[in-house]
């Protein structure tokens, strides 16, 4: 009957058109209320990720129990409202399905459950998923500790051959939401290509912060207790009901598989692209550099052993909008950080959440589904040295016939670091840019955002990404 629930969940993602982004999940649930969030946004999205196994975890938080119990009710919650789910998007996978995934992971904390004779079904489920035949990467997202990952890989370690181990390791993507437990830095120290996201050291230095933290110049009214009763808790449904309020921060751990949604936006396997989730350089972080006095949950802060994707450095100027004439204007403010990689697309991933959470109770018709943006050249253009060149979105529509904005910008982060501006208006279907005058060849991104005047508003993206050759 198992074999069934996955070949159903399996032919129903792939029915789609594309291959979803394959995902296993580890939290430390029950450990505070976010990993509860996290798992009621993580359901309405099982139809465009390919959740492959949620495994229940300890942590420096919690670190002598595990509560897979706790997932099973958001399952079950799930199952409530999948039906009103399919009226609006196809791929929602059965919630038999969800809960066969559900597996248990070890009691012991950190490297204590690491070793000879401490596999628990977690980590042998790890294994199983990738030994299977699919070359898609394997997305390790971990809201707690990763030592369930850390004995799947001591295992493999001592199972397979030097080039074997090689193969199967580079299927494996990874981001913990900092270190929760000591055997993140193990990791890392002993496979030493595994590619790897986190942000080490103090709490502080987490770009995961960035979905909860209240900014000057960002919408906070969006993460506030009121927009959440009012948009995902009250009236919608008993998944809605099942997120819990607010206690140390809203959602810490989402970040860690918000990259993973097919947007328009996202490039999983370019976390310097930058995303929902955040955006990543790859070196070695310096441990003065990471706020190692910080809070950890008495997690040591080591020096890092090698270079992972870690903290990068937006510079964000957001559009505002304008009352009469052109519908934006750019803010002369500036902000930067590598909280900014996050919350700069806050707005447009709560609205997101929020229309979903409708869709638990809503028909088709009193709903809101994001814009469908199109180009009508290829998403990748090269180009000479000073070369102006058209960028058309002329074929873009929205599948409830609502109206919907064009904006066109630069994200100089995510290419050579060049910024260059769009001609005119950047808020019309089709613009005009000149390429920069250049010595050596360059990539420079630009992003297409369409955002309909739906309640409440979506938006998808296109990214093109333009080869400028001397």
């Known amino acids: 009957m198992k074999r069934l629930f996955f070949i159903i969940a399996w032919f129903s993602l792939t029915s789609l058109g594309w291959a979803a982004e394959r995902a296993i999940i580890l939290t430390d649930v ?12 993580l359901m309405l999205y099982t139809n465009e990720i390919d959740i492959r196994g949620i495994i229940a975890t300890n942590s420096t938080h919690m670190r002598d129990r595990i509560v897979p119990e706790t997932i099973l009710k958001v399952i079950d919650a799930y199952e409530k409202v999948r039906p009103n789910l399919l009226l609006h998007a196809k791929g929602y996978p059965e919630a038999d399905y969800l809960r ?209 994707w870690s903290n990068a450095i937006d510079h964000f100027s957001p559009f505002l909008p304008n009352e009469h004439g052109v519908a934006v204007k750019k803010d002369s403010a500036v902000y930067s950080g590598f909280t900014t990689t996050v919350w700069r697309w806050r707005t447009d991933f709560q609205n997101d959440f929020a229309a979903r959470m409708d869709w638990c109770t809503k028909s088709y018709e009193q709903a809101n589904h994001a814009p469908v943006p199109r180009l009508a050249h290829a998403n990748e253009l090269r180009v000479k040295s000073g070369q102006v060149f058209v960028l058309d979105a ?47 060849a360059e990539d420079i991104h630009f992003i297409l955002q369409v955002k309909d005047k739906g309640t409440p508003s979506l938006t998808r993206y296109q990214r093109i990404v333009v080869h400028v050759n001397k």
């Open 30 to 41: 029950e450990n505070e209320p976010d990993d509860n969030e996290s798992l009621v946004r």
């Open 100 to 308: 066969s995934v559900v597996k248990r992971g070890t009691t012991e904390y950190g490297m204590k459950g690491v070793g000879k004779g401490k596999d628990s079904e977690g980590s042998k489920w790890i294994i199983q998923e990738l030994e299977r035949k699919d070359e898609r990467p394997l997305w390790v997202c971990a809201w707690g500790g990763v030592n369930v990952l850390a004995q799947a890989l001591f295992q493999l370690k001592n199972t397979y051959p030097e080039k074997e181990l090689k193969r199967i390791i580079a299927k494996l993507r990874v981001y913990t939401i900092s270190d929760q437990d000591d055997t993140g830095i193990w990791i890392r120290r002993n496979f030493p290509n595994l590619f790897y996201i986190v942000s080490p050291g103090g709490y502080g230095n987490g770009t995961w912060t960035g979905i909860m933290q209240t900014t000057e110049g960002a919408d906070n009214e969006c993460i506030s207790n009121s927009w959440l009763a009012e948009h995902i808790q009250q009236g919608h449904g008993p998944l809605g009901a099942c997120y819990p309020d607010v206690a140390y921060g809203m959602e810490g751990d989402t970040p860690s598989w918000l990259n993973l949604i097919p947007n328009g936006l996202n490039a999983p396997e370019h976390p310097n692209w930058g995303g929902w989730g955040g955006r990543y350089e790859y070196y070695k972080p310096q441990r003065e550099n990471c706020d190692p006095n910080g809070f950890t949950g008495g997690v040591p802060v080591e020096e890092e052993p090698r270079e992972i």
């Open 394 to 440: 002329t074929p873009s529509y929205d599948p409830d016939g609502d109206s919907f904005s064009y904006l066109w910008f630069c994200y100089p982060e995510a290419g050579s670091g060049r910024n260059v501006e769009v001609m005119g208006a950047p808020n019309i279907h089709r613009v005009t840019v000149k390429a920069p005058e250049v010595k050596k």
